[in-house]
């Protein structure tokens, strides 16, 4: 269940390093997307481990009556009956209550269960997708349903408007619109992180019109206008792939006995997009074997070999919630001072963005004796904290 747990972290923090990564791409408009940026409010807590108990779909949409601020009139809003961990039962509580009182609400009711409810804390990423979705039904473009949504548990809810608005164009229109759909987000001139959760959130929703055919996704993402959106699209659609679970979630694009795929047959300027997400695929197919993880990216093409091993020091603090110690001790794992390097660099940046101070990654980079790895850490890091 933990290494469960450790991959929906890993990945619902993605989205926000790749955001980082193509607005100074964008800043330097490098031929290759630099290194990957750190995790984002990494979770502390551990997942409930208990056994999952099913609830009735049916008791979760048991009704009661609320008043409105009036008082004159009144709204239906689901009884919560999901303590267990049945996602079926959640999905249909978030659905209801998103419907029948206000996405402000559902966000109000998600964030007062996360801090009791282990289920929530691991699939609050999904669930904000969910929200996402249903509030999308209310607006015809997806900048009107920006303008009431929250960026809790990694902005999932902007990524599932996103479906939801994909969705309703259809496959069949899809090609034509697809460069449209984001015009009207409000920070688009800027470049902002509004506009990149809209474009990312596209990879998300073509993934799912396609039912996860990957290259066929990326294909979408081509129709756009612009290196940045192609790139943006793309990191949603990797994402998507990435977090099949084989039951709910099926994706022919992973493959265990070949963990570097699809990166390894990407289209040239998606590889490193892939790569930025990929070390935490891999750490589950292996148990979470970093020596191992560090032998597969050192085979990974030149150019993007260094993403791998940063991506790997992101996975490697983000695992341990940030832990000198074993952080330290995982990035020294790496067979030489390349793979060390950069898995600190990696490391040090998710200490941060963990954080949101440099004092405990101070630390992580005086724990080491080397004084070359001590000096890349504390430099990148001082770097780092600057653009906070």
Request: aromatic content about 12%; hydrophobic content about 30%.
């Amino acid at each position: 269940m933990r290494t469960k747990l450790f991959l929906l972290l890993a990945i619902a923090g993605i989205g926000v390093i790749a955001f980082a990564v193509l607005r100074e791409w964008r800043s330097s408009r490098l031929e290759n997307s630099p290194p990957p940026e750190a995790f984002l409010n990494q979770i502390r807590n551990e997942f409930d481990n208990s056994a999952p108990v099913e609830t009735s779909t049916t008791a979760a949409i048991s009704q009661k009556v609320l008043d409105t601020k009036t008082g004159t009139q009144s709204v239906s809003t689901p009884k919560f009956n999901c303590s267990g961990g049945s996602w079926d039962c959640y999905e249909t509580y978030y659905v209801a209550m998103t419907k029948s009182a206000s996405t402000k609400e559902a966000f109000g009711d998600l964030r007062a269960r996360y801090s009791e409810d282990g289920y929530v804390r691991a699939m609050c990423h999904p669930l904000t997708h969910v929200i996402g979705r249903t509030a999308s039904e209310r607006f015809e473009n997806p900048g009107d349903a920006y303008l009431e949504g929250d960026p809790f548990c990694w902005s999932g809810y902007y990524h599932g408007v996103l479906e939801g608005v994909i969705g309703r164009i259809g496959l069949k229109n899809l090609a034509e619109r697809m460069d449209t759909i984001c015009v009207n987000i409000k920070d688009r001139e800027g470049y902002g992180f509004d506009y990149y959760n809209c474009v990312h959130g596209l990879g998300h929703g073509v993934m799912a019109i396609t039912q996860n055919e990957l290259w066929e996704s990326l294909d979408y993402c081509d129709k756009l206008t612009g290196p940045w959106e192609q790139l943006s699209c793309a990191s949603g659609a990797y994402m998507e792939n990435i977090i099949a679970d084989g039951k709910m979630h099926i994706t022919k694009f992973l493959n265990p006995s070949e963990p570097l795929y699809p990166c390894n047959t990407s289209p040239d300027k998606y590889k490193n997009t892939c790569y930025l997400m990929q070390t935490s695929y891999m750490l589950k197919v292996n148990g979470r074997d970093f020596k191992k993880t560090f032998e597969w990216c050192s085979g990974v093409e030149e150019a993007h070999r260094r993403t791998c091993y940063e991506s790997l020091g992101r996975d490697a603090s983000g695992g341990t919630t940030s832990n000198v110690g074993q952080t330290h001790d995982l990035c020294m794992l790496g067979t030489d001072a390349e793979q060390r390097a950069h898995c600190v660099i990696g490391a040090v940046k998710d200490f941060i963005s963990y954080f949101h101070s440099d004092a405990q990654a101070k630390a992580f980079c005086n724990s080491f004796e080397d004084e070359d790895l001590k000096q890349t850490c504390l430099t990148t890091g001082e770097g780092y904290y600057a653009q906070f």
